[in-house]
């Protein structure tokens, strides 16, 4: 079960990987829609790891970052 819900989830990624790339080479509106989705979960999921490593502290790295 746990299988088929992380080939659906790696199905659904390169399909969004695959509606950007045709989003900037024209296509129809829904690619765009589908697009401007995959990106935004991309910053979505930068950010909340971005956050997460601030409540955790600098992890150590000499120089805060």
Not at 2 to 27: D, E, H, K, N, T
Not at 41 to 62: F, H, N, P, T
């Amino acid at each position: 079960m746990i299988l088929m819900v992380l080939i659906g989830v790696v199905v659904l990624a390169v399909g969004g990987c695959v509606c950007v790339v045709w989003a900037s080479r024209g296509g129809p509106a829904w690619v765009h829609v589908v697009a401007k989705v995959t990106l935004l979960g991309g910053e979505l999921a930068r950010d909340s790891r971005r956050r997460s490593r601030k409540q955790q502290g600098d992890g150590g790295v000499i120089g805060g970052e």
